[in-house]
């Protein structure tokens, strides 16, 4: 019996390659990808979306291991590798990769959660990075730049490497979600706004805002956005530091008053 089934597994990935490898002896120029993940919910959802814009999807990995013999198997042009399938030694995995397969593109997975590796992840050999919790756009863009020959990096991502250079003591207290969220509430937006433009529900949000002022130790949407201008003090118990800089105008400042039925 696990002869039997060791035999009709053999025979599928067989059939799979040998239909990736004609596709592209056909002149076809869709991007073949492995997906790599050990959240099973996720790889499917990822590869229905793929599948929908055109893109192929040879395989499923729910392990380094499985992934190595997929690379061997089908050559993908794009491999989509998680965060939390490869480990703490990224550098290791992605060196392993392109050994086995050096024109290969990768793309990494990052979860919202794991800030603190976002920095080391810009200096690998990638070449895309996208939050777990990006929205189907993101991951269509994401791979067609990738595919296309063109580095990629989630908005989300750059917004909290902005705002960690402008506020590191910020960043670095905070997930990248809560960052990005930061970094519209320092533009004037509402939490409607920023519900619609991050695909949450407006609930949410305002979840998020208590964890970010409880991180904080501040009280208001006014004193969040002064902090990102650096005209506050995160912890502080006056409105303004000395000389009261301040680059929110009147306009913002306008927006960032709390509605009365927030």
Same mark, same amino acid.
């Given at each position: 019996?696990?002869?039997?089934?060791?035999?009709?597994?053999?025979?599928?990935?067989?059939?799979?390659?040998?239909?990736?490898?004609?596709?592209?002896?056909?002149?076809?120029?869709?991007?073949?990808?492995?997906?790599?993940?050990?959240?099973?919910?996720?790889?499917?959802?990822?590869?229905?979306?793929?599948?929908?814009?055109?893109?192929?999807?040879?395989?499923?990995?729910?392990?380094?291991?499985?992934?190595?013999?997929?690379?061997?198997?089908?050559?993908?042009?794009?491999?989509?590798?998680?965060?939390?399938?490869?480990?703490?030694?990224?550098?290791?995995?992605?060196?392993?990769? !392109?050994?086995?397969?050096?024109?290969?593109?990768?793309?990494?997975?990052?979860?919202?959660?794991?800030?603190?590796?976002?920095?080391?992840?810009?200096?690998?050999?990638?070449?895309?990075?996208?939050?777990?919790?990006?929205?189907?756009?993101?991951?269509?863009?994401?791979?067609?730049?990738?595919?296309?020959?063109?580095?990629?990096?989630?908005?989300?991502?750059?917004?909290?490497?902005?705002?960690?250079?402008?506020?590191?003591?910020?960043?670095?207290?905070?997930?990248?979600?809560?960052?990005?969220?930061?970094?519209?509430?320092?533009?004037?937006?509402?939490?409607?706004?920023?519900?619609?433009?991050?695909?949450?529900?407006?609930?949410?949000?305002?979840?998020?805002?208590?964890?970010?002022?409880?991180?904080?130790?501040?009280?208001?949407?006014?004193?969040?956005?002064?902090?990102?201008?650096?005209?506050?003090?995160?912890?502080?118990?006056?409105?303004? !530091?000395?000389?009261?800089?301040?680059?929110?105008?009147?306009?913002?400042?306008? !927006?960032?008053?709390?509605?009365?039925?927030?």
């Amino acid at each position: 019996m696990v002869n039997d089934h060791t035999s009709r597994t053999s025979t599928l990935i067989n059939f799979e390659r040998d239909r990736t490898l004609a596709a592209r002896r056909s002149g076809k120029t869709e991007a073949v990808l492995v997906i790599a993940t050990p959240n099973e919910i996720t790889a499917a959802g990822m590869e229905t979306v793929l599948h929908a814009s055109g893109y192929r999807v040879a395989a499923r990995c729910s392990s380094e291991n499985d992934l190595l013999r997929s690379l061997d198997a089908y050559r993908p042009d794009i491999i989509m590798l998680a965060e939390n399938l490869v480990g703490g030694d990224i550098a290791r995995t992605v060196s392993r990769l !392109r050994a086995r397969n050096c024109s290969v593109a990768m793309i990494f997975l990052l979860d919202e959660h794991e800030s603190l590796r976002a920095s080391v992840l810009l200096d690998l050999d990638v070449e895309g990075i996208l939050l777990s919790v990006a929205c189907s756009t993101s991951l269509i863009d994401c791979v067609k730049s990738v595919h296309h020959g063109r580095k990629w990096l989630d908005p989300a991502l750059l917004r909290h490497l902005a705002t960690a250079e402008r506020s590191p003591q910020i960043a670095s207290s905070l997930t990248l979600r809560e960052a990005d969220i930061v970094h519209l509430v320092s533009r004037g937006l509402r939490n409607k706004e920023i519900a619609s433009k991050l695909h949450l529900s407006e609930g949410t949000v305002k979840m998020h805002l208590h964890h970010i002022y409880a991180k904080l130790r501040i009280g208001s949407r006014t004193q969040l956005a002064m902090s990102m201008a650096g005209a506050w003090t995160p912890g502080s118990n006056s409105e303004t !530091r000395q000389g009261e800089p301040t680059a929110l105008d009147s306009a913002t400042a306008a !927006r960032l008053q709390p509605k009365t039925s927030a």
